[in-house]
């Protein structure tokens, strides 16, 4: 049974930065493409990253790109996402998710973490 399982979400202050976790079990981690996504209250789940299964191509939405860093660590069953100069419409629940490709849409990837929040005060 796939799992996946956010970490390193909180409160934030304007300008601050975050570093997301997404600990992954249950196949073999580095055959599968990451990605993260945000849902914001009232909005719907919006593509955020990606990256492919050896690490060596990442994809960002253009709403992030420079400020967001998408990386993972096969050795460790691991994703994470590198959020710096935070802002308040950062604010949302961030996921992870598992599929076969990297892509943009939500359902493309057939496993998803609960979510874990980012709160960014200004």
């Known amino acids: 049974q796939v799992r996946l399982v956010e970490s390193g979400g909180g409160l934030v202050q304007a300008g601050g930065s975050l570093r997301l976790s997404c600990a992954a079990s249950?196949?073999?981690?580095?055959?599968?493409?990451m990605g993260w996504f945000r849902q914001a209250p009232g909005k719907e789940r919006e593509f955020v990253a990606t990256i492919n299964g050896n690490g060596r191509s990442t994809y960002y939405a253009d709403s992030v790109k420079g400020r967001f860093t998408i990386s993972r660590d096969n050795a460790k069953n691991a994703a994470f996402l590198q959020i710096n100069s935070l802002e308040p419409e950062n604010t949302a629940l961030y996921y992870c998710?598992?599929?076969?490709?990297?892509?943009?849409?939500?359902?493309?990837?057939?496993?998803w973490g609960q979510g874990i929040q980012v709160t960014v005060s200004s």
């Open positions: 998710a598992q599929g076969i490709s990297c892509s943009a849409v939500v359902r493309s990837y057939d496993y």
């Open positions: 249950g196949r073999t981690f580095s055959s599968y493409a």
